[in-house]
């Protein structure tokens, strides 16, 4: 009857031997290629957001430029 409470029902579940971590998913060891992919994409990410016109560009494209212009100070 002492032994009452020190087990759980997790201890009679068997668990893989230790060194079988190889089998489990996990985050993958950074490469060279992988790092220059990641560089490579927030390059890309980059000159797209640049390549995107501002509010005020868009205003003006359609007709409501000096309207936002004189709102801002400009």
Same mark, same amino acid.
């Given at each position: 009857?002492?032994?009452?409470?020190?087990?759980?029902? %997790?201890? #009679?579940?068997?668990?893989?031997?230790?060194?079988?971590?190889? =089998?489990?998913?996990?985050?993958?060891?950074? @490469?060279? *290629? %992988?790092? #220059?992919?990641?560089?490579?994409?927030?390059?890309?990410?980059? =000159?797209?957001?640049?390549?995107?016109?501002? @509010?005020? *560009?868009?205003?003006?494209?359609?007709?409501?430029?000096?309207?936002?212009?004189?709102?801002?100070?400009?």
């Amino acid at each position: 009857m002492s032994e009452i409470g020190n087990h759980k029902l %997790t201890d #009679a579940i068997p668990q893989p031997p230790h060194g079988a971590d190889d =089998e489990k998913g996990g985050k993958p060891i950074p @490469t060279h *290629e %992988t790092t #220059a992919e990641q560089i490579r994409e927030a390059n890309e990410s980059k =000159e797209a957001a640049n390549a995107e016109a501002s @509010t005020r *560009e868009h205003m003006v494209n359609i007709g409501r430029g000096n309207q936002q212009a004189g709102r801002q100070g400009q």
